[in-house]
């Protein structure tokens, strides 16, 4: 079984940082695309920003040149190191992972429980 397990998120004020992390577990080989989704109270979940095994990178408009994905293949991890946050950040970060290969099974997508930052304004 594999699990995602978030941590990271909290309050913070606008223009602070915060670095969400999320770990894999599982008897894990290798995950192809790990990504940060979130959703905001009334609205639907977006994508923030995904990396590949290879470390290619893609960001939502809105948050481009202020976060930065990246990832620990080795330890099935994958960071979001959140600047300059507005309080239109505010929302339930969700960690994802597409493309997870166990020794025992392959995983089409799972699914993170989800961690809240709140930036205050």
């Known amino acids: 079984q594999v699990q995602l397990v978030e941590s990271g998120g909290g309050l913070v004020q606008a223009g602070g940082s915060l670095r969400l992390a999320c770990a894999a577990s599982g008897s894990i080989f290798s995950i192809s695309v790990m990504g940060w989704y979130r959703q905001a109270p009334g609205k639907q979940r977006e994508l923030v920003a995904a990396i590949t095994s290879g470390g290619s990178t893609n960001y939502a408009d809105s948050v481009k040149g202020r976060f930065t994905i990246s990832r620990d293949n080795a330890k099935n991890t994958v960071y979001l190191q959140m600047n300059s946050l507005k309080p239109e950040d505010t929302a339930v970060y969700y960690c994802?992972?597409?493309?997870?290969?166990?020794?025992?099974?392959?995983?089409?997508?799972?699914w993170g429980q989800g961690t809240l930052v709140t930036v205050s304004s």
């Open positions: 994802n992972a597409n493309g997870i290969y166990t020794f025992v099974r392959t995983y089409l997508e799972v």
